[in-house]
């Protein structure tokens, strides 16, 4: 297993770097490979995250090209190493120890519904909690990162999302700024750089390397083919802003793993232990959370211990929220509300699902969420202009 590194080694410490450089005052440690100091005299500080981009799949596919020539190091994402969980940790600068968002699909007690926290609506389906009267800023209860610094911000997203409930929620000040290509986000980012000399600070994010690799697999030619077509924009993007006094830092949320033929535990094939469970699985299908019937706990305990040990390693989710999987100080006050009575880390590339009445089912090839190499180290790549 690869924990978080919350000491100085996570996007968590990179995110208090760039706070620090800001003007702010974050509360964790800075990241050991970018001490704040060293990016505070940039006139325009850029952040692009790669939804999916992990360590190793960029040693192997960009080997010799610009992103590769400007990797630093490799830092670890945050648990559950997800884009719902560590995106979150992006735009607030807050460990999920303390941001309360544990996964893809998270309980919130407080409405009494399992939601789907991108997109800000029931898991089920239907309508937005915005629609249905339910504000996300409420919520979820966040002060976004930018309006934690004192300078200018920005957020470059897909055109798709980038009004969405939880970007605008999470924007703060920021001005945002939609794109429809690959190409059009670099354009947009050097738009900005030109568009005045004040100091400012931009994040951008790019999702389609991840949308990619869930359907076809991290190691596809797609998606291979599509992290050389972002190799070759980020050169020609650096080449565009030379001479902008930039600092542009590429990162990821997480990495990957690529399924197998057998590796995905449907909770159908174990009715056992489905009875046990009080709510749906909730999380990730590689750390699933479970919300057990107390007079059932010893039945739940003993099913996964004799029937799938080999696949799962089972965890009390208090102990993991106390040896700090979730990361430092105090928790959130619902944070033990959202991560159930147990938790299960799925071993190799294993990964649990459940489905609701009716639910759309599908099958994701390329995984993440767990605790290994893949999914867990993500690359620091830093370029300065």
């Known amino acids: 297993m690869v924990l978080p590194d919350y000491q100085g080694g996570c996007i968590l410490n990179l995110m208090a770097s760039i706070e620090s450089a800001c003007g702010g005052n974050p509360p964790y ?20 995250i790669i939804d999916g981009l ?4 960029l040693i192997s596919g960009c080997a010799g090209g610009a992103l590769h020539r400007h990797l630093r190091a490799k830092i670890t994402s945050v648990f559950p190493s997800t884009t719902a969980t560590a995106i979150t940790t992006f735009l607030t600068g807050l460990a999920p120890q303390q941001h309360g968002l544990t996964g893809w699909f998270t309980y919130f007690r407080e409405i009494g519904s399992v939601a789907a926290v991108l997109p800000f609506r029931p898991r089920h389906g239907g309508r937005s ?9 409420a919520l979820m209860g966040h002060t976004p990162f930018f309006d934690k610094i004192a300078v200018p911000s920005y957020v470059v997203s897909p055109e798709w999302i980038v009004h969405s409930d939880f970007n605008a929620a999470h924007s703060g000040r920021a001005q945002r700024r939609g794109y429809d290509t690959l190409d059009a986000m670099f354009q947009s980012i050097a738009g900005i750089v030109r568009e005045s000399p004040e100091r400012k600070y931009v994040y951008a994010y790019y999702p389609g390397l991840d949308t ?19 190799d070759e924009a980020f050169e020609r993007f650096l080449a565009e802003i030379g001479g902008s006094e930039s600092t542009v830092i590429v990162s990821a949320d997480h990495g990957f793993i690529d399924a197998s033929p057998g590796s995905q535990i449907e909770l159908d094939d174990h009715p056992s232990l489905a009875k046990t469970l009080l709510l749906p699985l909730c999380g990730e299908p590689r750390a699933a959370y479970c919300y057990v019937h107390p007079d059932k706990t010893e039945q739940f305990e003993t099913y996964v211990r004799n029937e799938l040990s080999a ?53 994701h090839i390329g995984l993440h969420g767990g605790v290994s190499e893949a999914e867990m180290y993500v690359p620091l790549i830093i370029a300065q202009t």
């Open 29 to 48: 440690l800075p990241l050991r490979a970018l001490p704040p100091e060293e990016i505070a005299g940039a006139r325009n500080l850029i952040l692009l």
């Open 129 to 137: 909690y915005r629609d249905a009267g339910i504000e996300v800023n």
């Open 311 to 363: 696949q799962i390693g089972l965890f009390k989710s208090r102990q993991l929220v106390e040896e700090g999987w979730f990361g430092p100080g105090d928790p959130h006050p619902r944070l033990l509300d959202r991560v159930g009575h147990y938790t299960l880390v799925m071993r190799e590339n294993y990964a649990i699902k459940d489905w609701l009445t009716g639910e759309r089912r599908y099958t």
């Open 54 to 57: 992990g360590h190793e799949r």
């Open 212 to 230: 990619l690799a869930h359907e076809y697999g991290i190691g596809s030619p797609r998606a291979t083919t599509l992290l050389s077509r972002l």
